[in-house]
C-alpha cells in the first residue's frame, strides 16, 4: 500500500497544533508522542507509513525553538508568538522538510503541501503568507537559485540581441499608461 503523505502531514499538523494548544493552556499531561499516537489511530489503514508522521511530528517538535528562531528572520514584521497557531506550525512542518529533509522531498513538494494546508486550516490570507515564507527560506538555501537552474547550469546572460521580456501585466500598464487610460481591472486606489 503506498503511502499517503499529505494526509501524514495533516495529523502531523493537528498533533503539534493540540499540543501546543494543550500546554499554553496548562495541561501538564500533554505528550506530542501520545497524542500522535491517538490522532494516528483513525487513519491507519490509509495512512499506510504511519512512521513518516511519527519522524516529521517528533522532528519538528525537538527543533521547535531553532525552527522558530529560524523563521523570524523570514518574517521579520510578524513575531513568531503573533502568528495563528496554526500558520506558526504549518510554517515549522515547512521549514522542517526544507531544510532537513531536503534529500527525501523536493522543495517545491513541501512549500506547495504546506500551502495546500495553509488553505484548509488556515486563515483567508495564511495560503500566500507560508507560501511568501517558505519561498525566502528555499531563495536563502540555494542563494537565489532556481531549482531548474541548479540542473540546467548557470543562467545564460542576456545578449544585447535578445531583448528584455516583460510581464504582459507591465507591458499592458505602460500601454495604458502612454495612452492615458487606466489599466483593465485596476481601480484607482487599488494595492498592487
Known amino acids: 500500500m503506498a503511502s ?7 495529523i502531523s499538523l493537528q498533533s ?7 500546554s499554553k493552556a496548562g495541561d501538564t499531561t500533554a505528550d506530542v508522542d501520545s497524542i500522535v499516537v491517538k490522532n494516528i489511530e483513525p487513519y491507519a489503514k490509509a495512512l499506510g507509513d504511519t512512521e513518516f508522521v511519527r519522524d516529521l511530528t517528533q522532528g519538528v517538535f ?7 528562531e529560524e523563521l523570524q528572520p523570514l518574517a521579520p514584521e510578524w ?11 504549518v510554517l515549522r512542518i ?6 532537513r529533509r531536503q534529500e ?10 504546506a500551502v495546500e494546508l495553509a488553505k484548509a486550516f488556515g486563515s483567508d490570507n495564511s495560503s500566500k503568507f507560508v507560501n511568501g515564507v517558505l519561498g525566502t527560506a528555499y531563495r536563502n538555501i540555494t542563494g537565489g537559485e532556481e531549482e ?28 495604458a499608461e502612454a ?14
Request: hydrophobic fraction near 30%; proline fraction near 9%; charged fraction near 35%.
Open 62 to 68: 525537538k527543533e521547535m525553538d531553532k525552527l522558530d
Open 79 to 89: 513575531p513568531i508568538s503573533t502568528i495563528s497557531a496554526i500558520d506558526r506550525n
Open 4 to 10: 499517503n503523505r499529505h494526509l501524514g502531514r495533516i
Open 94 to 99: 515547512g521549514l522542517f522538510e526544507l531544510t
Open 16 to 22: 503539534l497544533y493540540e499540543y501546543e494548544f494543550r
Open 104 to 113: 527525501s522531498v523536493p522543495p517545491k513538494v513541501v512549500i506547495n503541501e
Open 148 to 175: 531548474s537552474d541548479k540542473h540546467a547550469g548557470a543562467k545564460k546572460p542576456k545578449t544585447a540581441s535578445q531583448p528584455e521580456s516583460k510581464p504582459a501585466e507591465s507591458a499592458e500598464s505602460e500601454v
Open 179 to 192: 495612452s492615458g487610460e487606466q489599466p483593465a481591472g485596476d481601480e484607482p486606489g487599488d494595492a498592487k
